[in-house]
């Protein structure tokens, strides 16, 4: 690509250099966005184990993913008045700091159900740690907005895909070991954070509870929320049914395919996104990534009997995964004349009902009727949310003007 196409696509040989040209804060809040990332596919390798062990069925056993994300949603709510009234920094290291705690008791706990609250505790100090995290990254950080989301969305991949691996590993010795390895990651973070980070502006005013709520209001920004509400009916089903799906691999063997799934969600995140949208459009490339999205998933639910057909499409999956992520992240961003924080804690209140929903529900599916229809309910859902962003795109002409505007073009 010549200087000037560069320029064009919003891609200029310092921005792309600034991308890892960033201060030791910028590194420390990346660090730990990937140990708290790690946390949410950590559990993933052991969820059969944990079922065996502890005698509780699917759908029980994925209550561990619906009480970590349904807190998160409703905490969503109050991260704003938090933040604003700690600070950035001390919202980011109140939050590790619970995740520290709830994670040590999960591993702990002698029941099912005591896990299942100990996540919603640990899904608490998630919230604080993630509504904040890419704020902070923005303020801090050099090269913008786009290249903050891309820097997220990298710690976002790696720490999704190193999480099954460890937890793999782990959970090979002890379905215990994974909670205690967040435990001790989380600390060597919250450490982290509380020395490197510095220099992040305090809030110009404090915010109230109905700030994300009336946020809503703006259609763009409600329109991307219920997008990613049905779009995570897909994500989560993947993430959290699959284990099931794949009985004859062990903990160590599950963590290698989701580390694999999660590899290509980072590289796709980081370096194929920007040139996608650069050259076909954000919301055109949004629309293909959902259309792939449900066929993946579809898939997956003809051939769910199929092991090697199920462990390459998920691995596939993460790349498409990866690229959505990108372009809805920073869209978001960008959605609503709110503040970031704000529009952010919005977006993720009405996502991460979604996210609560789906794993409980992926469960029931595959107890009451088939591993295969899990699958067919998480490609309805990707579906479902092509449509409302297709019906609601006239409200999003505002971030993305023209068909070959780029993820850096958005901000500069």
């Given at each position: 690509m010549n200087s000037s196409a560069e320029a064009s696509a919003g891609h200029s040989p310092s921005q792309r250099s600034g991308f890892f040209n960033q201060p030791m804060a910028v590194w420390a809040v990346a660090f730990a966005c990937v140990i708290a990332f790690m946390g949410l596919g950590l559990v993933d390798p052991i969820l059969p184990l944990i079922g065996r062990q502890l005698h509780a069925s699917p759908s029980q056993v994925e209550l561990l993913f619906t009480s970590y994300n349904a807190?998160?949603?409703?905490?969503?709510?109050?991260?704003?008045?938090?933040?604003?009234?700690?600070?950035?920094?001390?919202?980011?290291?109140?939050?590790?700091?619970?995740?520290?705690?709830?994670?040590?008791?999960?591993?702990?706990?002698?029941?099912?159900?005591?896990?299942?609250?100990?996540?919603?505790?640990?899904g608490l100090g998630n919230a604080f740690f993630i509504?904040?995290?890419l704020a902070a990254i923005v303020a801090v950080g050099r090269g913008g907005t786009a290249q903050a989301v891309i820097l997220y969305e990298a710690a976002l991949g790696l720490g999704i895909s190193v999480g099954p691996l460890l937890g793999g590993t782990l959970g090979s010795i002890s379905w215990r070991g994974p909670f205690y390895g967040v435990t001790a990651l989380m600390a060597i973070a919250f450490i982290a954070v509380a020395v490197l980070l510095r220099g992040v502006p305090k809030p110009e005013h404090r915010t109230s509870v109905a700030d994300p709520i009336r946020a809503l209001r703006h259609r763009s920004l409600l329109t991307m929320g219920v997008m990613a509400l049905l779009y995570n009916f897909g994500f989560f089903t993947i993430l959290a049914y699959t284990p099931y799906v794949l009985p004859h691999l062990s903990a160590h063997g599950l963590g290698f395919v989701f580390f694999g799934w999660g590899v290509l969600l980072a590289v796709a995140s980081v370096f194929v996104a920007p040139r996608l949208q650069s050259r076909f459009g954000t919301l055109t490339t949004t629309y293909a990534m959902?259309?792939?999205?449900?066929?993946?998933?579809?898939?997956?639910?003809?051939?769910?009997?199929?092991?090697?057909?199920?462990?390459?499409?998920?691995?596939?999956?993460?790349?498409?995964?990866g690229i959505n992520n990108t372009l809805v992240t920073t869209g978001v961003m960008n959605a609503a004349p709110v503040e970031r924080p704000t529009a952010s804690a919005a977006y993720s209140f009405v996502r991460f009902i979604g996210s609560a929903i789906a794993p409980w529900l992926a469960g029931k599916l595959g107890t009451l009727f088939s591993p295969h229809v899990p699958y067919y309910v998480g490609a309805l859902g990707v579906s479902l949310g092509l449509v409302v962003l297709i019906l609601g795109r006239n409200s999003l002409r505002h971030i993305y003007c023209r068909?070959?505007?780029?993820?850096?073009?958005?901000v500069y």
């Amino acid at each position: 690509m010549n200087s000037s196409a560069e320029a064009s696509a919003g891609h200029s040989p310092s921005q792309r250099s600034g991308f890892f040209n960033q201060p030791m804060a910028v590194w420390a809040v990346a660090f730990a966005c990937v140990i708290a990332f790690m946390g949410l596919g950590l559990v993933d390798p052991i969820l059969p184990l944990i079922g065996r062990q502890l005698h509780a069925s699917p759908s029980q056993v994925e209550l561990l993913f619906t009480s970590y994300n349904a807190v998160m949603a409703v905490a969503m709510l109050i991260t704003g008045v938090v933040s604003t009234r700690l600070g950035s920094k001390g919202t980011l290291l109140t939050g590790l700091a619970i995740i520290v705690i709830f994670s040590f008791l999960a591993g702990h706990a002698g029941s099912i159900g005591q896990i299942v609250g100990f996540r919603a505790g640990w899904g608490l100090g998630n919230a604080f740690f993630i509504a904040t995290a890419l704020a902070a990254i923005v303020a801090v950080g050099r090269g913008g907005t786009a290249q903050a989301v891309i820097l997220y969305e990298a710690a976002l991949g790696l720490g999704i895909s190193v999480g099954p691996l460890l937890g793999g590993t782990l959970g090979s010795i002890s379905w215990r070991g994974p909670f205690y390895g967040v435990t001790a990651l989380m600390a060597i973070a919250f450490i982290a954070v509380a020395v490197l980070l510095r220099g992040v502006p305090k809030p110009e005013h404090r915010t109230s509870v109905a700030d994300p709520i009336r946020a809503l209001r703006h259609r763009s920004l409600l329109t991307m929320g219920v997008m990613a509400l049905l779009y995570n009916f897909g994500f989560f089903t993947i993430l959290a049914y699959t284990p099931y799906v794949l009985p004859h691999l062990s903990a160590h063997g599950l963590g290698f395919v989701f580390f694999g799934w999660g590899v290509l969600l980072a590289v796709a995140s980081v370096f194929v996104a920007p040139r996608l949208q650069s050259r076909f459009g954000t919301l055109t490339t949004t629309y293909a990534m959902l259309v792939l999205i449900a066929l993946d998933l579809a898939t997956i639910g003809v051939f769910a009997n199929d092991q090697s057909v199920v462990i390459v499409a998920v691995i596939i999956c993460g790349a498409f995964l990866g690229i959505n992520n990108t372009l809805v992240t920073t869209g978001v961003m960008n959605a609503a004349p709110v503040e970031r924080p704000t529009a952010s804690a919005a977006y993720s209140f009405v996502r991460f009902i979604g996210s609560a929903i789906a794993p409980w529900l992926a469960g029931k599916l595959g107890t009451l009727f088939s591993p295969h229809v899990p699958y067919y309910v998480g490609a309805l859902g990707v579906s479902l949310g092509l449509v409302v962003l297709i019906l609601g795109r006239n409200s999003l002409r505002h971030i993305y003007c023209r068909a070959d505007v780029s993820p850096v073009a958005l901000v500069y």
